[in-house]
Each structure stands twice: as C-alpha cells, then as structure tokens.
C-alpha cells in the first residue's frame, strides 16, 4: 500500500514535467514551421515575439503554443482522473464528485479549531444589541442567520484527514454564546440542513461553494418561524433539476466544464399564486435588489442584510414577504439610510466569514 502511495505521488510530480514537455516540443515544431512567415493576428493588441530571454518565454508561449487550451484541458483532466487532485490548493476532492473549499476560514470550522475568545464574542454581541435598537422597533423583529458551510452539511464525503476531532466550532460557540447572554434571535440551521442532507436531492451544488434554492428553503424556513411566521417542510415541494456549467470549485480547479455533472434545483408547490414585482436589480453593482409581492402570505417588509448565500434565499423569500430588500454587506456604507427601514431586519452571513462580522457590524452602526 505505501509502495503504492509512492508510485503514484512519483507520477503526480512527473506529469506536469511531461506535460510541459510535450507542450514545449509542440511550440518549438510549431515556431520551426511559421518561421519567417508573417502570423494573423486576430487579437486587438500585440502578439508577444519569441526570444531567447527565459523571463519573456511563457509570455510568448500563452501566445502562440498551438493546441494550448486543449493540452491544459487535457493536463487538468489527467490531473484529477489519475491521481485525484486538482491544480488549485484551496479546493479539497472529495468523494463521489464532491469539491470542496479551503478558504476564508473554511478549514478551521471544519476542524473545529481557533474559536472566538470570550472577550471576541462579547464585542460581537454588544454590537449586535447597537445594531438591533438602530434597525428595528422591538427585539422580536431582529435575527442574525449563520448559514452553515457546506462542509459541514455534507462532511460524509470529505477526506478523513479534514474529521472534526472538537464536536464543536467558532459558528457553534459563537451561536452559543449570543443565546446564552441574550434574547436575540439567531438562526443556525445545520441540524435541519443535516436532516434534510440525507434526503435524494442535494441542498448544495457539488462543484461549488454555495447551498441552491433547496438548501435555502430549509434555512428560509427556520428564518420564517424565529420571526413568528408559517412554514413549509421540503416535502411539500414538486422539485425538478436542470443541467448548468460547473460551479466556483470547477473552475479554481481549472477543470473543464464538461467533465462535471451540476445541476440547478427549481421548484414549486410553495405559494406559487404570488404575484411578485423586481422593483430594482443589482445589475449596475449598486448592492440593492428589491421585490414586492402582490399576493403575500405575510404582510411585512423584510429587510436582509447579506453575502452571496442570501442570493438563493430570495427566491423563497419574495413568495412569502409583502417586500424583501436585500442589501449585499459589501456595499452597507454606499446604499442609502432609508432602504435600511422595514418591519423586520436580519443580518446574515455564512459561518466561514463570520471574522468579518465585527467589521460589517461596525459598518451598520456608522
């Protein structure tokens, strides 16, 4: 067995070798061939001329190696079919075509190692308590949502290397901590998001960070009943899947889309008689979106500050609410006081971030 582990680390290191190799060999019958020969050039800039400056060679190689997305293709796939592994330190292969992510903290959650200090924790709930007497009228109508990483929804197939060994985490301690010494609402739906795991549909895509709209109506859910509100259970839902292009993991790994197989959940079965109306979209980076629903099951306005998880969290949200307005936290100081007004304010933010939460905090009290 250790024989064999050699053998293939031995061949991991001489494939790149030989793949520069081959390349290599291909760039220099092809410059053989096109010398003294004017080149087309179809791009709008200047082509980098071959020299013999070792500095100025991969410059004139991305240029002009022929076949080159094929054989990096090709290098990749080898790459990750041969010896599982992919050319980018912050995405872990997992099992059965799961991906997952080493960054922003990630792997210390998953470890369960270099929580928050008590005096960390104590900073982050006096902020809280600011930011929920600026936002709202009464305490009820203020949550935090943590959502929860997906590995640890789906940490069956990680590595054994990555295997909590704390039975704990900073989400963990850090939820702890906030209901021990106050009444603010938090919701952190891992249990429910574990359940819900072991069902046929994934709640997260495999090839990305991210949870779909099925992992998101979970957490809607448990958001919806912690500010007093009727739920739906996943079961109740006609779900489909569509093919789409590989997710964020795919490509850090520089794996061709082809070689994956993604799909996007859409459902229905969940108040599909609302009648909603996109008030404003994000699309020039201004870090709102606003919908208003005229057929609601709650007659409340809905004021969420978010990261890229609250994204699939509208799609349940908009059914629900009167009004949702949804404010990306990279933006808190450029959006206007107002659009910060509603019935209800939630602040959310995925766990393997939660170090930048004193600072978003800070931002909304400002």
């Known amino acids: 067995m250790d024989d064999q582990k050699k053998n293939n680390q031995i061949c991991s290191k001489l494939l790149p070798v030989l793949f520069f190799a081959v390349l290599l060999a291909t760039g220099v019958i092809a410059m053989a061939v096109t010398m003294g020969r004017e080149e087309e050039n179809l791009e709008n800039r200047t082509l980098a001329s071959f020299s013999g400056e070792p500095s100025r060679f991969e410059e004139w190689l991305n240029d002009h190696a022929p076949f080159r997305s094929q054989w990096l293709n090709a290098y990749a796939y080898l790459n990750y079919r041969l010896f599982g592994s992919v050319d980018n330190e912050q995405v872990i292969v997992g099992k059965d075509g799961w991906f997952f992510y080493t960054g922003d903290g990630t792997v210390d959650e998953m470890l369960g190692v270099r929580p928050f200090t008590e005096a960390e924790m104590a900073e982050i709930l006096e902020e809280l308590l600011a930011v929920r007497a600026q936002y709202t009228d009464r305490p009820e109508d203020f949550a935090v949502f943590v959502a929860p990483d997906k590995e640890k929804i789906y940490s069956q197939y990680l590595p054994e290397v990555y295997e909590n060994q704390t039975g704990t985490s900073k989400a963990a301690e850090l939820v702890r901590y906030i209901r021990d010494h106050s009444d603010i609402r938090v919701v952190y739906p891992v249990e429910e998001l574990k359940r819900e795991a072991e069902g046929s549909v994934p709640l997260y895509y495999k090839t990305d960070t991210h949870w779909n709209r099925l992992g998101a109506f979970v957490g809607v859910q448990e958001l919806i009943s912690s500010l007093g509100g009727k739920t739906h259970g996943l079961s109740e839902l006609t779900v489909s899947m569509e093919e789409k292009g590989a997710g964020d993991l795919a490509l850090l790994g520089h794996l061709p889309e082809q070689y994956y197989e993604e799909y996007d959940p859409f459902f229905t079965g969940y108040y599909d008689e609302a009648e909603i109306s996109v008030l404003v979209e994000d699309l020039s980076g201004t870090g709102i979106r606003k919908a ?75």
């Open 292 to 366: 208003v629903n005229g057929n609601p099951a709650d007659e409340r306005k809905l004021v969420m500050v978010r990261d890229s998880f609250g994204d699939a969290m509208n799609t349940s949200l908009c059914r629900y609410f009167k009004e949702v307005t949804s404010i990306n936290w990279e933006k808190i100081s450029e959006v206007p006081k107002e659009e910060f007004q509603g019935d209800l304010f939630v602040y959310e933010i995925v766990e393997r971030w939660l170090l930048r939460m004193p600072e978003d905090l800070k931002g909304l009290l400002e």
